[in-house]
């Protein structure tokens, strides 16, 4: 099992629609995913660990799949459509990493 995470960076003039997000984009994904999609997680930031200072993301997306190969298969063929929805929520693009689950 591996998890795409999706994380949008925050800033003095990051922008970010949560309820947008929320409720259109992530649904479209699932969507688009299909069967592929083995689950869906979001982060919302509320702080970093120092008192007073905002969190460093203002959101995290982790998307869960069987292995890269899927996901890559199910995300590839519409990657341009998700990017192309990223002006509707946030003036910041996401960094995506990939990682393997390790479980205890």
């Known amino acids: 099992m591996i998890k795409v995470s999706v994380m949008y960076p925050n800033g003095k003039d990051v922008t970010f629609d949560s309820d947008y997000y929320t409720n259109s984009h992530l649904p479209m994904i699932v ?11 979001l982060d919302l930031g509320l ?6 200072e905002p969190a460093p993301y ?3 997306a982790h998307l ?13 063929p519409h990657g341009e459509t ?6 509707n929520y946030s003036n ?5 990493q990939i990682s393997e689950l390790v479980t205890f």
């Open 58 to 60: 203002v959101a995290i």
């Open 47 to 52: 702080a970093s660990r120092v008192p007073g």
């Open 31 to 41: 969507e688009a995913l299909g069967d592929a999609l083995k689950g869906l997680e």
């Open 64 to 76: 869960k799949f069987d292995s890269v190969v899927s996901f890559q298969e199910s995300f590839g």
């Open 82 to 87: 998700f990017a192309a929805d990223i002006k």
């Open 92 to 96: 910041v693009e996401g960094v995506l």
